[in-house]
């Protein structure tokens, strides 16, 4: 019976510690139907780490801090490590749990696990690792389980599991059995309190290593305690239990008393731990109600819903304070941390913000969303702003603007007067962008619009658009007076800048001057212009200009071109008794007259979330500003906080990659030096500040002696590798500053790549005492080369003389051949001449044989006709006469001579083609070749047309022409060389 209720205990107990959580601080907004009373001084930045960054299991069971910033979380794998940016894994050697872990005085850490207790040491290479001491306490046979928590007390340590606790003091273990299970255990100051299930509540004598009553148990039945904190009074201490009772105990008179019921009757909730976060003030976490704070003094309850909605929904295990006074909170799933230390509070977030108006002791805002409104707390940064929207205003508002007592909002709708959570509108007229004030009239204002520019008077308290000033008609939305009257200064997003004068009675515009690329400024686009030190500024994408009247053209501006970049777009200045706040670039800094250096650190996270052109900066004060961007309303304090101890940059690991290998090198060995293998390609230099933790980030510059010419920039990376490092010694140095300015401390390492032999010292005398045996050897060589190029240049000299004078034949030798060449082109010429009369000859032989035939025709024919024997003799002498003239064979053998002389071996080319070719079948060819018809040819040869026709034919096959081409154009290849 008793075991069955020991292991319900046991169960019941375990599931307590398994739903311990840390908590979410100090804000003022109501909570469940205004139940809790709010209070708190500041809305903390909450940053939530899951699985994903930890790499480990999610549960977590208990938190410490290491004296340099390091935290250590203990969780179902063992326990991790965080320095701010680096996780690691921290293992038992019997892979248990981690639920205890206790920094001594000395800066100690000792984790507690399932029957094995040790301390938890960097090692050298900068790791945490567990070194167990059950073997040195000499606990090695002793079963006493999980040890659930762990304190430190003087030089004490004091361990509680469920049965039993454990005193260490000089190496030397002390058990003291528990009555009946321990339920709690916790330290105050220099004593340490206990709850049994037996015995109630019990107080520890570390001199007589023996438990004292207390509180007895009748006073907490059935309660579970999560909780014993300190309070302000001596003696007195603060008791809270699961079930959310709060008692409150005097250790003097031992008496308890119940002061506070965190729950109501019907709340399925309950107190999983607490923490004091300041004296008056206490952190609880609960099961399902997340942060919940409590006001011992004026015993209230209050919640932050503000800053619990970043909170993962699910049970708070355990809270714990840094040294810094921020809150880490440990879920069932993961982490949470509270930044204390934040610049800044996102105040509005429910539409994008263009303008911003205190007055009254309200805050106004002009949205895309419409016009809100909140009333101002005491503390600006305790974020206890309930914004409510202007009723009927919803829609694009561009400035809201303090006139005299009322205030004015230029809306898209048109101009309205609010008044109270309402508004009137002025007129029907749309589209208003601002009212400027005209110099010199009382009540008169201009009223800028979407098409132009609008006559408001403000007279006996009422407000009305007079009209409309005719004669220009562009977008009035940036615009600003001249020293001119009733002349204004207009910029145009795309058109340049103009200048526009109206009549006295702002009737009419009388004159307009536009301003663009050619009256000095690079170009016409993105100009604004604002006021700055009583002078009408003009900020461009290419520098900051004024208007010289002289010259009529714009000048730059001599001073605020040094401040501020003309290689970016100022697109607002503000001047404030210390400071002149701009933004350049969507990035928004100020600079003051002592120190004209923009300082724009602290805003980097605003970066890309501004409305261009239209960006609203409200400065408060020395050290506070309003900023409005698309996510919301910012409130930023500029005052960087003393820090009481400079925060020191530390390298947290090394490690080289050789051969597709990564390996660690030991950072944290002072008694060797640090090298690094020859030949490794990459070196990787890890580092962080872990006193730096917060939502505010860490940049850091570094710099590699030997190698880097100087700091880098400032960088968010928090490592830094280098590649094919030359042998030598190195030393690395980095720095760090979180975006407030806060400065961490230089931190060096010296590193050493040895050389491999070929690269000693040694090495380089013998490359030393060869190089100058060779240049010896060199020198020797280049003497005897030297003398032979000197004989060589004498021989050589002897071989031009010989050159020049077969030159000199050779030149003779060329002229005769020109000469010769010159001959052959006469001769050619000849030839070609002699070829055209050649084939002209044989043309008119052809003509001459047709004619002799036609008349030896007609002759015939005559003869036939003749009748007396005298006159057939005379016909007969004529015939014989013509038949004397005939072309004969002389005439043939004359032609191919000829022939031959004009077309060279044409004859002999053929034979060798064809050894059959006959004499007349030459002939033939070379009357084809010269391009005569069948019919010039056949009285040349005495055959009939129709015969040269075949003989042409037998040519072909004989020379093998080919189908596709004619006989002639192969002939004409026959003599081409």
Known sequence: MMKNKYSVIKSFLTLSVHLLTYCLGMAQLGYQENRYTNFGNTKPAVLSFSKSDFQSDSHFNVACEANDGTMLFGNYDGAVSYDGHHWRKIFLPNNSSIYSLVKTQNGEIYAGGYNDFGVLKKDAYGKYVFHSMVSQLKLSNRNFENIWRANSIGNQIILMSYNELIVIHKNVATIIRAPKNFVYGSQIGNAYFIQDGAKGFLSLNLISKKLEPLFGPSDFTDEITTAILPTKTPNEILIMTRSGKIFLGNIQTKKVVKIKEVFSENENDQLNCGIQKYENYYLLGTLSSKLLWYDVQNNRISANTDAQSPIKNNPIIDLFVTSKGNTWILNSNGLNFLSYNSSYQNIFDKASVFDILIKNKKIYLATNQGIFYADLPQNLMSNQYDFKPIVGAKGQAWTIQSVGNDIIASHNMGLLKITGDGFTRISNEAGFWKLTPIPNRVGWYLGSNYNGVYLVKHQKGEWVIQNKIEGFNESTRDIAPDSHPNTYWVCHG????????????????????????????????????????????????????????????????????????????????????????????????????????????????????????????????????????????????????????????????????????????????????????????????????????????????????????????????????????????????????????????????????????????????????????????????????????????????????????????????????????????????????????????????????????????????????????????????????????????????????????????????????????????????????????????????????????????????????????????????????
């Open 494 to 977: 795309y058109k340049g800048v103009f200048r526009i004068r109206m009549d006295n009675d702002y009737q009419r515009v009388e004159a307009v001057e536009n301003y663009t690329n050619t009256n000095g400024f690079v170009s016409p686009f993105n100009i604004n212009v604002y006021r700055y030190q009583g002078k009408t500024v003009f900020t461009t994408n290419t520098g900051i200009y004024q208007f010289d009247e002289a010259t009529s053209s714009f000048i730059l501006h001599s001073s605020l071109n040094t401040i501020l970049s003309p290689q970016k777009n100022t697109r607002k200045i503000i001047e404030t008794n210390d400071k002149i706040w701009a933004i350049e670039d969507d990035e928004l800094g100020y600079f003051t007259a002592k120190n004209p250096t923009m300082e724009k650190n602290i805003f980097l996270n605003l970066k890309g979330t501004f409305n261009k052109s239209m960006e609203s900066v409200l400065p408060l004060g020395p050290n506070q500003v309003f900023v409005g961007t698309q996510n919301g309303l910012f409130l930023y304090d500029t005052q960087v906080p003393k820090q009481p101890h400079q925060p020191i940059t530390q390298i947290s690991r090394m490690c080289y990659l050789s051969n597709q290998v990564e390996k660690e090198l030991p950072i944290n060995n002072p008694t060797s030096e640090l090298q690094l293998p020859n030949g490794a390609e990459v070196v990787r230099i890890e580092f962080a500040v872990p006193l730096l933790i917060s939502n505010i980030g860490v940049q850091y510059s570094y710099k590699l002696d030997n190698t880097d010419n100087g700091w880098s920039n400032w960088t968010a990376n928090s490592f830094k590798e280098y590649t094919n490092l030359s042998p030598g010694t190195y030393v690395f140095s980095v720095k760090a500053r979180n975006l407030l300015g806060v400065e961490a401390s230089e931190t060096k390492l010296l590193f050493t790549i040895k050389p491999k032999w070929y690269q000693t010292t040694l090495a380089y005398i013998v490359y030393l005492v060869l190089c100058m045996l060779v240049l010896k050897y060199v020198y020797s060589f280049i003497k005897q080369r030297l003398e032979y190029e000197h004989i060589k240049t004498r021989n050589e000299i002897e071989k031009s003389k010989k050159l020049i004078e077969l030159e000199l034949e050779q030149l003779k030798l060329k002229e005769d051949k020109a000469q010769i060449h010159k001959y052959s082109e006469e001769l050619d010429r000849d030839i070609i001449v002699k070829s055209k009369e050649l084939a002209n000859y044989t043309l008119l032989l052809s003509q001459k044989t047709d004619i002799f035939q036609e008349i030896k025709t007609d002759l015939q024919e005559l003869k036939a006709l003749l009748k007396s024997d005298e006159a057939k003799r005379k016909l007969l002498d004529i015939y014989k006469k013509l038949s004397a003239q005939k072309i004969g064979h002389d005439f043939v053998e004359i032609f191919d001579v000829n022939f031959e002389k004009v077309n060279h071996d044409f004859f002999l080319k053929l034979k060798q083609m064809n050894p059959e070719l006959s004499q007349r079948e030459l002939r033939l060819c070379a009357f084809v070749k010269m391009n005569f018809s069948n019919k010039q040819i056949s009285p040349l040869l005495g055959i009939s047309a129709r015969g040269v026709e075949t003989a042409r034919l037998k040519i072909r096959k004989k020379l093998q022409v080919p189908h596709e081409e004619t006989l002639s154009t192969f002939l004409e290849k026959v003599t081409v060389p």
